[in-house]
């Protein structure tokens, strides 16, 4: 039997997370990531520069990928790709290190705004994960379900388009929102070019890009004109205090997207257990894996999201709020 090195059990796992990458997240969704994040899967010169980034979500497969981008690099073909990281890895690297997967989809706001307009008002909304706080705006955008006619803030530059299907409880109004705070380990500025830069640098290419960036330009001129709080911190050191800071008379909301599948098992457990120890209300909107213990997590498309209240599955969203399905 053949021994097996330290370093290629290493390349093997590196390998293994950029093809999961490609098969699980990529297929499907950007032609162009899928081809890039297999030839990292067979390529050991890759790996090892992967490999010489810190462990753990620093060797994320789309924050190697954005950080190209960002720099102007090549993400067409494999071979142009390669080579240019190769020989730009010291560039590379100082971005991966200075930045995070922070992708702020404001199209997610259409999926949570059917739970948000339910809630007694007003409103006192605390994202965690915020970014540039693009979602902490629900009131200020406008609406579109299945092609209907757009409501919501009057000349507002961004409408959200958004399929349904079930009993969804689409509102016909946006909800009072008096106070907003983002939480964040490395909030984004939605006035600094170079911060939304990097936002529109972990858009994916393919089809849906344009779209996706111009929605992200116009949300991020809202946000500039009116910037939210942004607290830095650990949420389960900082969400206390925040709460603590609700004005009288409102309802607090903490709610997240894509945010919390970056813990650990143990974190994510702590943070429902933080979370339903507030007053208020909390919603989740997640992977189902997240919190698969939760009755009817699993969707039936497997890239949707799960959408929660206080704990409870309400339905399933498209990863980019393009769509709701109500359970």
Not at 115 to 120: N, R, S
Not at 223 to 235: I, S, T
Not at 276 to 299: Q, T
């Amino acid at each position: 039997m053949v021994e097996v090195s330290a370093v290629e059990r290493e390349r093997a796992r590196v390998a293994e997370r950029y093809r999961w990458f490609a098969r699980s997240c990529a297929n499907g969704g950007s032609a162009q990531y899928e081809r890039l994040a297999l030839g990292v899967a067979g390529d050991a010169r890759m790996q090892d520069l992967v490999l010489s980034l810190p462990e753990g979500n620093k060797r994320q497969p789309n924050l190697l990928l954005g950080a190209v981008r960002y720099l102007g690099g090549p993400t067409g073909e494999w071979g142009a790709f390669r080579d240019w990281v190769v020989e730009h890895w010291e560039r590379v690297r100082a971005v991966v290190m200075a930045r995070m997967t922070q992708t702020n989809e404001v199209r997610r706001c259409a999926t949570l705004l059917p739970v948000l307009a339910a809630l007694e008002g007003p409103l006192a909304l605390v994202e965690i994960g915020a970014s540039a706080g693009l979602c902490l705006y629900p009131d200020r955008y406008r609406y579109s379900y299945d092609g209907g006619e757009p409501f919501g803030a009057v000349g507002s530059p961004v409408v959200l388009e958004c399929r349904t299907a079930g009993a969804v409880p689409v509102p016909d109004r946006v909800p009072e929102v008096v106070w907003r705070v983002g939480v964040d380990l490395n909030p984004l500025d939605a006035a600094d070019e170079g911060d939304v830069r990097w936002l529109e640098s972990l858009v994916w290419p393919g089809e849906r890009a344009a779209g996706r960036v111009e929605r992200l330009r116009a949300a991020a001129s809202v946000v500039a004109a009116d910037p939210p709080e942004m607290v830095v911190g650990d949420l389960r050191e900082v969400l206390p205090g925040v709460a603590e800071r609700v004005p009288r008379g409102a309802t607090l909301v903490v709610f997240h997207s894509a945010v919390a599948a970056y813990l650990s098992v143990e974190g994510r457990g702590e943070l429902e257990r933080l979370v339903g120890g507030l007053p208020g209300h909390w919603v989740s909107n997640e992977g189902w894996r997240v919190f698969p213990e939760w009755e009817g997590a699993r969707p039936v498309a497997e890239n949707d999201f799960t959408l929660a209240l206080d704990g409870r599955v309400v339905g399933w969203t498209g990863e980019h709020g393009q769509s709701l399905t109500w359970r």
